[in-house]
């Protein structure tokens, strides 16, 4: 269960503890986690178009 993996990395949790979670606060959990995971790539889009632009920038200023 990749829920599992990533709360325990990203928040601390045993795996008792999101075994423990009732079947409704699962779905809430890997809900907020696919957001997280959607979140961060794009974070990692926009650092990569914003690195590219700088780039392209300081080739076209030469």
Do not use: C
Not at 3 to 20: C, D, K, N, S, T
């Amino acid at each position: 269960m990749w829920v599992m993996g990533y709360w325990m990395q990203h928040g601390g949790f045993r795996p008792e503890e999101i075994l423990a979670l009732s079947p409704q606060e699962r779905t809430v959990w890997q809900a907020i986690a696919e957001l997280n995971r959607q979140q961060h790539k794009e974070d990692i889009r926009d650092a990569v178009e914003e690195a590219l632009v700088d780039v392209l920038s300081a080739l076209s200023a030469k």
